[in-house]
């Protein structure tokens, strides 16, 4: 290879430059106005994002975690009942689950799209299972149809995490809006990041909405009077400003790396390099790209020795975690999130990539032996 160059598995350098006038305004605006906590920038984008994702409500939290453990509160599970989730995601969704007081139940993903098996879903399913919550890992929607129809037949809540997927579709219709609520992260690096921690819970409910509204709120539904044992978990003014200065162009974000994504598809040819698949239901928006390779770590420090930055998601799935030793997995129990864990590569994506990184990068992994 000529020219060795430095492509970052992920800059926010492209995205600042685009939006530097609006962030500084956002910021001046909030300052200047002295109100810091559930002012008219956390209402003004609860609305925009509602619209966004297309539901009635959305609620604004401390970060993406806080967004799915509050509605799971919020539609009343606690301890002594069960969730379902994917054995192949980051952690968060299962200590969702944890802090409430429930135990995450996993269940194995379809090995091509990383997300959920619908149909291994119904063999985990017990006399505690309360809800499933299906993940939209790296920006690629999960099948939704059939976890809704096993949801009705088996009388399940759904809650979606949709902390990588902002402005998916599945079938035409944003993520987001399938299930009885929805979590956000807002996490710098996703989609749509603010410049800090944040997260958003989304619903079609008003009385979910409010609830989870108060549960982040010290469990108050007014000043000194609490109702719920809740928590500390509400989006900042600063946060949500600098939000909504990102939400119009979130679109176009997504649809710059469907661009590099595509030409990623398109120009990798290995056999020693598996491309991740797009299902026909699917509209991704590509928070990760994701590969996987049987030489995972040898394709890392070669791409790594060429200048390309890289990213392993997840290197320990969650079943073999310390912190989940109690549930008494391990290694063997859940052979295709390992498999996974020990395959996946993620490769540089981010707004604003150039065609000569695009294909610097294409070029390496193609070279790859």
């Given at each position: 290879?000529?020219?060795?160059?430095?492509?970052?598995?992920?800059?926010?350098?492209?995205?600042?430059?685009?939006?530097?006038?609006?962030?500084?305004?956002?910021?001046?605006r909030?300052?200047?106005?002295?109100?810091?906590?559930?002012?008219?920038?956390?209402?003004?984008?609860?609305?925009?994002?509602?619209?966004?994702?297309?539901?009635?409500?959305?609620?604004?939290?401390?970060?993406?975690?806080?967004?799915?453990?509050?509605?799971?509160?919020?539609?009343?599970?606690?301890?002594?009942?069960?969730?379902i989730?994917?054995?192949?995601?980051?952690?968060?969704?299962?200590?969702?689950?944890?802090?409430?007081?429930?135990?995450?139940?996993?269940?194995?993903?379809?090995?091509?799209t990383?997300?959920?098996?619908?149909?291994?879903?119904?063999?985990?399913?017990?006399?505690?299972?309360?809800?499933?919550?299906?993940?939209?890992?790296?920006?690629?929607?999960?099948?939704?149809?059939?976890?809704?129809?096993?949801?009705?037949?088996?009388?399940l809540?759904?809650?979606?995490?949709?902390?990588?997927?902002?402005?998916?579709?599945?079938?035409?219709?944003?993520?987001?809006?399938?299930?009885?609520?929805?979590?956000?992260?807002?996490?710098?690096?996703?989609?749509?990041?603010?410049?800090?921690?944040?997260?958003?819970?989304?619903?079609?409910?008003?009385?979910?909405?409010?609830?989870?509204?108060?549960?982040?709120?010290?469990?108050?539904?007014?000043?000194?009077?609490?109702?719920?044992?809740?928590?500390?978990?509400?989006?900042?003014?600063?946060?949500?400003?600098?939000?909504?200065?990102?939400l119009?162009?979130?679109?176009?974000?997504?649809?710059?790396?469907?661009?590099?994504?595509?030409?990623?598809?398109?120009?990798?040819?290995?056999?020693?390099?598996?491309?991740?698949?797009?299902?026909?239901?699917?509209?991704?928006?590509?928070?990760?790209?994701?590969?996987?390779?049987?030489?995972?770590?040898?394709?890392?420090?070669?791409?790594?020795?060429?200048?390309?930055g890289?990213?392993?998601?997840?290197?320990?799935?969650?079943?073999?975690?310390?912190?989940?030793?109690?549930?008494?997995?391990?290694?063997?129990?859940?052979?295709?999130?390992?498999?996974?864990?020990?395959?996946?590569?993620s490769?540089?994506?981010?707004?604003?990539?150039?065609?000569?990184?695009?294909?610097?990068?294409?070029a390496?992994?193609?070279?790859?032996?």
């Open positions: 290879m000529k020219n060795k160059m430095t492509v970052p598995f992920v800059t926010f350098k492209p995205l600042e430059r685009a939006l530097d006038r609006e962030i500084r305004a956002a910021f001046e909030v300052y200047d106005r002295s109100w810091y906590i559930e002012g008219e920038e956390d209402k003004q984008f609860e609305e925009a994002f509602a619209s966004y994702c297309g539901v009635n409500y959305a609620v604004g939290c401390g970060n993406g975690l806080d967004s799915l453990m509050l509605s799971l509160k919020a539609l009343g599970i606690g301890s002594g009942d069960e969730v989730v994917p054995s192949n995601t980051f952690i968060a969704t299962a200590l969702a689950v944890t802090y409430c007081g429930a135990t995450p139940v996993f269940v194995e993903p379809d090995i091509n990383f997300n959920l098996d619908s149909s291994k879903i119904e063999e985990k399913i017990t006399g505690k299972t309360k809800a499933i919550m299906p993940v939209h890992l790296y920006g690629q929607p999960a099948d939704m149809d059939p976890i809704i129809e096993i949801a009705k037949k088996h009388d809540f759904i809650v979606e995490d949709c902390a990588q997927a902002h402005g998916a579709r599945y079938k035409g219709k944003r993520i987001g809006s399938f299930g009885d609520t929805a979590g956000f992260s807002f996490y710098p690096g996703k989609n749509l990041g603010a410049l800090g921690d944040a997260g958003a819970a989304v619903t079609n409910s008003s009385e979910l909405a409010e609830k989870i509204r108060a549960l982040g709120n010290y469990g108050s539904d007014y000043k000194y009077h609490h109702i719920y044992h809740g928590n500390n978990s509400r989006l900042d003014e600063m946060q949500a400003a600098f939000l909504s200065a990102k119009p162009i979130l679109d176009k974000v997504n649809e710059n790396r469907r661009k590099t994504a595509s030409k990623y598809l398109s120009g990798m040819k290995n056999p020693l390099v598996i491309l991740p698949t797009v299902p026909e239901y699917a509209e991704p928006v590509w928070h990760i790209f994701a590969v996987r390779s049987p030489e995972r770590d040898r394709l890392e420090r070669f791409l790594n020795d060429r200048g390309i890289t990213n392993k998601h997840y290197p320990i799935p969650m079943h073999l975690q310390e912190c989940y030793k109690d549930l008494g997995y391990k290694k063997g129990d859940f052979p295709i999130a390992e498999e996974i864990s020990e395959t996946e590569l490769l540089p994506m981010y707004y604003g990539m150039t065609d000569e990184e695009i294909d610097y990068v294409i390496a992994v193609n070279e790859f032996e």
